[in-house]
């Protein structure tokens, strides 16, 4: 047989390495830039571009799209060229694929901390955005999908299963969540509105876990590990079930976000079961990794590699218990909207994610360097700084979010909340957060160290850029081999594959999100529920702007120590306006559903004082001030612009309200500003503050006036 | 060695039937962590601490068994028993010392402290089964040792045959067995079974969701959301009001008085700085610009009597801005700062909020009381401060 030379691209490996390392250290300091913010409130130094509210998405942003984001892309590009005997199809194609991916991040870094944000959670970047995101992808699966057809490997190994399930399914997730109707350049409404908003969100949101931080680095796990360690991996029938399980049944458990919300009970019940179910395939995973290093443990006390590899699949055990215990009931009312579900993803996110990351940059460097890594008492160093950071950052969370629960919802025998004041349970954790920010610093210092170790390495061998490798040209006709598995026949046909396995993650997501929208009886109306005023709407564009919905919960759930807290519990009919819905996932300040109704309503000069300095109004609270409400202007120039779009979208605005709008909106502000004067407070009516505060004193109002009953309209 | 096979069998009954009690145990937590009503079930704590002992006695017996092992000096040279014998001996010691703990506890204290004792006694159970299993597992090593032949060869053990059974494993030795032809980039795959125990795990998870599914959707049995939600407020209402019946006076608006004792006006003073202090100022005089209203001038809006301040209190006046605060204090705190505030009249405090009280007609419909009407009516001057008893009666006549 003629072998055929070639070259490995070793260089786009190298871009996307450095990247990776430079956006890691980036998106872990914006993560403890933002908790040692929830420590020391006065941190964001009065600058409106770094409160919590804005880096907090920054924060995930980075960490998960370019830390691991360039992580998937240099795994994937150094895996797939020599697991398929080819160089990469296009180096052109290659090049769009890194230098476009960078520069959606570097839009992303300027974008967010302006406050253009969607608000929907790890999808917050605008729509000009979204739209490159979409392209980029598609030439990163263009270029993967070509190099799969020139291949000289006749069978597809299982870690480029996991890359092109990856591929497929984020397009999917990606497009269909970020459906919007763009209203500026720089402004867009989700498509979906309230309930709606929120499954397909946590449709995304979760699989944006499943097949973005979960499936590409299962990939990389199969490639890395057995070639780490040498060894074979354990079982070739385990990973046929556990890919396809895996794939079909992630998609499903979504709705876990969404445990005794508004949403239908039976969505609830199939994100439960399919939670469950799930606990099985990711741990198929972690046994053929583990099991893999079968005879080979004596070689992990010695490597750095396999021991980060070792801890990154333990974690992703770990997590992947957790999450599906999580997605039980009585077990999410405790921890959901706390802390608690912080540690989790941390566990996830700085253990799997973070640890494989590194033990493949520590396998990598040498190889493409060829050399030897610079020190292994450094990477041993790093190890146990890792280690002991992921610790320390997990452990006072978990504390911090149960104990926070707990308070929640402790009564006193009298029936009466025995932390009426939410600060009470703030104030508690507090010490917690600063534990967790200890840990965060001492996992920074580790990839400090890393980064040391890396260049040193780098520096004493010589980078190969493109690495000689030969092998034979596919025979044009194959014979299977007689008595061979079926799933053979597949990993032949890498085109049926990839259709398989979009049928796969799209029934799901069709079996939840369809009837969800179709079905009238899924979201009973209320007739009281009105659409908002332009001046609240451009409340809510603030609120959403200032990222309020990282901190304050829009969603009461049907339970006595919250009703009794916020009033009575949330209906999927008063979220049919909420363009996007902003029901929230983290309780880090109280729920504002309510916060204009009676229960809680307080004087406009309350909320006018809170945003000057919310420690006047409520001592201890780690709310950052909003001084730049009081000086700035509100932005009127697209309020027709967004009431003719809101009325696009189904919002019942009446037709031509849109010429009325400015002048409506300047009539309420007025009304605001006049009350306000007459407790003392001399503010101009065209300040933010006004449609901040008009938009929190419509919230939870609608809903006492009359026409509350909730009506199942006809179609 | 026959002997050490028969106690080992024993210890493999006493995990099991430690797990089997372990299990309904942790659903029931659940259950009481979320109805949030904290079990108060004495047969529960019963349980909870039979299994505790239980557990305490299984541990004894066990680092007895290791103790006396160990104490053989062939055995005490193998350098993993030092570590196990020092571990026994602080299980042995900590056992004797909770034991006796035990004794004293007052059960019935515990019982009372209803979630937190629960979370203690689970925890507690969790920690020595923890112990138990470690324990258990360095007993079972050292059967092992003791058990080799001269080939240092151990016998299977039923143990090993569980293990072998669950994971079905080809063993490392034999790997080239299942090795299958084909190779990527030097990666080969072996071919080994599904691991049983993964396998049955899995499907077990199936047999869960649909039986979830069942339960919740297709029978009466499962409650789901609205209708748990219906259960917990009136077991709430319920053990509330059969708190209340035990108290003797409840303070309501109709028979609300004026507490003149020192510490009901301490501890309504506290109240007022943790809560009212924010919109009314530390010294209840606001400030201009304030939220609330001046507290200690002579000015009323909704009423200055004490009924008329606890009628303010316990249900707000929204559309002003004042929140009900019914359902975070108790009517008695209510009381304590009604009457706080009522001592706070004429302390005139430095930088106080104007008067406020000219709105009246806006507002009161029920009590047009004189102090907000006119407010330089005679009532209204400290000197007529003793009046208040008066007053307060003319305006529940007025009622």
């Given at each position: 047989m003629e072998m055929e030379k070639f070259n490995y691209d070793n260089e786009i490996v190298r871009k996307f390495i450095i990247a990776t390392v430079v956006f890691g250290i980036v998106g872990m300091l914006v993560g403890l830039t933002a908790a040692l913010q929830l420590v020391i409130?006065?941190?964001?130094?009065?600058?409106?571009?770094?409160?919590f509210g804005r880096i907090r998405p920054l924060h995930t942003n980075a960490v998960i799209f370019a830390f691991v984001g360039n992580g998937i892309f240099a795994g994937v590009y150094y895996s797939m060229q020599r697991l398929l005997k080819?160089?990469?199809?296009s180096d052109l194609l290659s090049n769009i694929n890194f230098w476009g991916w960078q520069l959606i991040i570097l839009s992303a870094a300027i974008t967010l901390p302006l406050g253009i944000?969607?608000?929907?959670?790890?999808?917050?970047?605008?729509w000009p955005i979204d739209i490159a995101i979409a392209l980029i992808w598609v030439v990163f699966g263009l270029n993967m999908l070509m190099t799969i057809i020139k291949r000289r490997e006749r069978h597809i190994y299982v870690a480029i299963w996991f890359y092109i399930a990856t591929f497929v399914t984020v397009a999917i997730l990606h497009i269909f969540n970020s459906f919007e109707l763009p209203v500026t350049m720089l402004k867009s409404y989700s498509w979906y509105a309230g309930v709606q908003d929120a499954l397909v969100q946590w449709w995304y949101g979760h699989n944006a876990v499943?097949?973005?931080?979960t499936t590409p680095y299962l990939g990389l796990m199969y490639y890395f590990v057995p070639k780490a360690a040498n060894r074979p991996v354990y079982s070739y029938r385990l990973s046929i079930v556990h890919f396809w399980a895996l794939i079909f049944i992630y998609?499903?458990?979504?709705p876990h976000h969404l445990?005794?919300?508004?949403?239908?009970d039976w969505a609830q019940s199939l994100g439960t079961v399919f939670s469950i179910m799930l606990i099985a395939p990711s741990w198929g995973g972690m046994l053929n990794g583990l099991l893999t290093l079968r005879g080979a443990w004596d070689k992990v006390r010695d490597s750095a590699v396999l021991k980060f590899m070792v801890v990154a699949i333990t974690c992703y055990g770990m997590s992947t218990f957790e999450g599906p215990m999580l997605s039980l009931k009585n077990l999410n009312a405790i921890s959901?909207?706390?802390d608690w579900t912080i540690a989790h993803v941390h566990i996830g996110g700085l253990g799997w994610n973070g640890f494989l990351t590194f033990g493949m940059l520590y396998f990598l460097i040498p190889k493409m360097w060829g050399t030897k890594l610079h020190s292994q008492r450094l990477a041993n160093f790093h190890f146990w700084i890792g280690t002991l950071g992921i610790v320390f950052y997990a452990i006072p969370l978990y504390w911090a979010g149960f104990t926070q629960s707990l308070m929640w919802k402790e009564f006193t025998?009298?029936?009466?909340?025995?932390?009426?004041?939410?600060l009470e349970t703030v104030t508690q954790i507090i010490p917690m957060y600063a534990m967790r920010a200890l840990g965060g610093t001492l996992y920074l210092i580790g990839v400090f160290v890393m980064v040391y170790n890396l260049m040193a390495t780098a520096k004493s061998g010589s980078f190969m850029k493109n690495e000689e490798a030969e092998a034979p040209a596919l025979a044009p006709k194959y014979k299977p081999h007689a008595?061979?598995?079926?799933h053979r026949a597949l990993e032949r046909k890498p085109m049926v594959l990839t259709i398989l396995a979009v049928v796969a993650v799209s029934i799901g997501g069709l079996v939840e999100i369809v009837p969800t929208a179709l079905v009238k009886s899924n979201i009973p109306t209320i007739s009281s529920v009105k659409p908002y005023t332009p001046l609240e709407l451009e409340g809510r564009d603030l609120y959403i702007r200032e990222g309020c919905n990282n901190c304050h919960s829009q969603m009461i759930r049907p339970f006595r120590s919250e009703t009794e807290r916020y009033g009575e519990y949330s209906k999927?009919?008063?979220?049919?306006?909420?363009?996007?819905?902003?029901?929230?996932?983290?309780?880090t300040g109280p729920d504002?559903?309510?916060?204009?109704?009676?229960?809680l309503r307080k004087p406009n000069s309350w909320h006018y004082n809170h945003f000057m300095d919310p420690r006047t109004m409520s001592?201890?609270?780690?709310m950052p001030p909003y001084p730049w409400f009081i000086e700035q202007d509100l932005d009127v120039s697209n309020t027709a612009a967004k009431i003719n779009a809101m009325r696009t979208l189904g919002?019942?605005?009446?037709?031509?309200?849109e010429d009325q709008a400015v002048a409506d909106l300047n009539a309420q502000a007025e009304e605001i500003a006049a009350d306000l004067a007459q407790g003392g407070i001399e503010v101009?009516?065209?300040?933010?503050v006004i449609a901040i505060i008009a938009y929190l004193q419509r919230?939870?109002?609608?809903?006492?006036?009359?026409?509350?009953e909730e009506v199942v309209s006809n179609p | 060695m026959k002997s050490f096979n028969n106690i080992r069998k024993a210890i493999g009954a006493t995990l099991v039937g430690a797990l089997i009690a372990l299990l309904p145990k942790s659903a029931m937590a659940g259950n009481a962590l979320v109805n949030g009503?904290?079990?108060?079930d004495e047969t529960l704590f019963l349980i909870l601490a039979v299994i505790a002992i239980f557990q305490l006695v299984a541990i004894l017996v066990i680092a007895g068994v290791i103790k006396s092992i160990v104490q053989n000096k062939e055995v005490w040279q193998m350098r993993w028993g030092k570590g196990a014998a020092g571990v026994a001996t602080l299980f042995l010691l900590f056992t004797a010392s909770s034991a006796h703990a035990a004794e004293d506890a007052d059960f019935d204290a515990l019982v009372n402290m209803g979630d937190t004792g629960f979370i203690a006694l689970v925890t507690l159970n969790l920690f020595l089964f923890l112990a138990f299993l470690y324990l258990a597992s360095k007993l079972n090593g050292l059967f092992k040792m003791l058990m080799q032949d001269e080939e240092g060869k151990v016998p299977a053990t039923f143990m090993d045959k569980v293990n072998a059974m669950l994971t079905d494993a080809v063993p490392v030795e034999k790997e080239d067995d299942v090795l299958m032809d084909h190779e990527y980039d030097g990666i080969h795959e072996l071919d080994n079974n599904l691991p049983p125990w993964w396998l049955y795990g899995f499907y077990f998870s199936i047999v869960f969701g649909v039986v979830y599914v069942i339960n919740y959707?297709?029978?009466?049995n499962g409650k789901l959301q609205i209708e748990e939600y219906v259960v917990e407020m009136e077991a709430a209402e319920a053990a509330k009001a059969a708190f209340v019946a035990t108290q003797k006076n409840t303070v309501d608006e109709s028979n609300v008085e004026l507490l003149t004792d020192a510490s009901d006006l301490a501890a309504g003073g506290k109240t007022f700085k943790l809560y009212?202090?924010?919109?009314?100022g530390e010294s209840g005089?606001?400030?201009?610009?304030?939220?609330g209203p001046n507290?200690?001038?002579?000015?009323w809006i909704h009423g200055g009597s004490v009924t008329d301040i606890f009628k303010t209190i316990k249900y707000g006046v929204p559309e002003k801005g004042m929140v009900s605060w019914q359902a975070q204090l108790n009517p008695t705190q209510i009381q304590q700062v009604s009457s706080y505030i009522k001592s706070l009249?004429?302390?005139?405090?430095?930088n106080a909020k104007e008067p406020q009280g000219e709105l009246l007609e806006e507002t009161a419909t029920a009590e047009p009381t004189e102090e907000a009407t006119e407010?330089?009516?005679?009532?209204?001057?400290?000197?007529?401060?003793?009046?208040d008893a008066e007053q307060q009666e003319e305006v529940t006549m007025v009622e």
């Open positions: 409130p006065e941190l964001n130094a009065g600058l409106q571009w770094i409160t080819t160089r990469m199809w944000t969607t608000s929907k959670e790890y999808a917050e970047l605008e499943a097949f973005f931080l998609i499903w458990a979504g445990l005794y919300t508004s949403l239908p959901h909207f706390t025998a009298d029936g009466f909340l025995a932390y009426p004041n939410f008595g061979e598995y079926w999927a009919g008063e979220f049919v306006y909420d363009h996007p819905f902003l029901w929230g996932s983290k309780r504002l559903a309510r916060e204009g109704g009676s229960k001592p201890g609270s780690i919002v019942p605005y009446p037709e031509g309200y101009a009516a065209n300040r933010e919230l939870g109002t609608d809903i006492e006036n009359e026409g509350t | 009503t904290g079990v108060s959707h297709f029978t009466d009212c202090a924010p919109c009314h005089g606001s400030m201009p610009g304030g939220v507290l200690t001038d002579d000015y009249k004429g302390t005139n405090p430095e407010p330089t009516t005679d009532e209204e001057t400290p000197a007529e401060e003793a009046n």
